[in-house]
């Protein structure tokens, strides 16, 4: 399967089981990692025959920076499940959402979660 990336999408949402976090909002990144095939785009040149990049940042920005969520696994939950649902050629996608910096000790660059939804036949 072809495959469309979308790397370090830079979001501000206000996601976490702490009231601050709710309230003052963190960072947040998303790579989005899109399954479909490419083969009738690249043939035809037709952009109608693939997925407008900036419509894949639009709709996970909206979900990010949208209704707050406890858990990260949530949001990419619903980014995942909303992605499948905008785009017809869609045929599965990978969502890795960042939290670089969560209210925990320690020294990291991050947190992370990544899940993988296909399409439901």
């Known amino acids: 399967m072809d495959k469309i990336y979308v790397n370090q999408m830079e979001f501000w949402g206000y996601h976490g089981l702490f009231p601050e976090e709710n309230k003052l909002g963190q960072r947040f990144y998303a790579d989005v990692e899109l399954e479909l095939d490419l083969t009738p785009a690249s043939k035809?040149?037709?952009?109608?025959?693939?997925?407008?990049?900036g419509a894949i940042y639009?709709?996970?920005?909206?979900?990010?920076?949208?209704?707050?969520y406890n858990l990260v696994e949530s949001v990419a939950e619903k980014l995942a499940g909303q992605l499948l649902e905008e785009f017809e050629l869609l045929e599965a996608c990978r969502?890795?959402?960042?939290?670089?910096d969560p209210p925990i000790p320690g020294h990291y660059k991050s947190v992370a979660i990544e899940i993988y939804r296909r399409r439901s036949e």
């Open 95 to 100: 969502i890795t959402l960042y939290k670089p």
């Open 44 to 53: 035809t040149d037709d952009m109608t025959k693939s997925i407008d990049y």
């Open 58 to 68: 639009e709709t996970s920005k909206r979900v990010v920076e949208g209704e707050a």
